[in-house]
């Protein structure tokens, strides 16, 4: 299952809707999803699971997308 991750670039970062960045990850949990990304030191807002139709179009209206290896 692909998840979308939203999360500032450090702990000490205060979440702004602003500076929020996001990623996408392949996991069977969003457990998985928070071991896979722990050593990047992200301060995750908030993890959740794309649909199929989601995943479409994210990849279709989002040209920064690209599904991480972690």
Do not use: C, G, H, W
């Amino acid at each position: 299952m692909i998840f979308k991750v939203f999360y500032q670039e450090t702990l000490t970062e205060t979440p702004v809707r602003e500076r929020t960045k996001s990623l996408y990850i392949d996991a069977k949990t969003e457990e998985e999803v928070r071991k896979k990304l722990s050593d990047r030191r992200y301060n995750i807002e908030f993890v959740t699971p794309l649909s199929e139709e989601a995943l479409a179009y994210e990849e279709e209206n989002n040209e920064d997308f690209r599904l991480e290896n972690a």
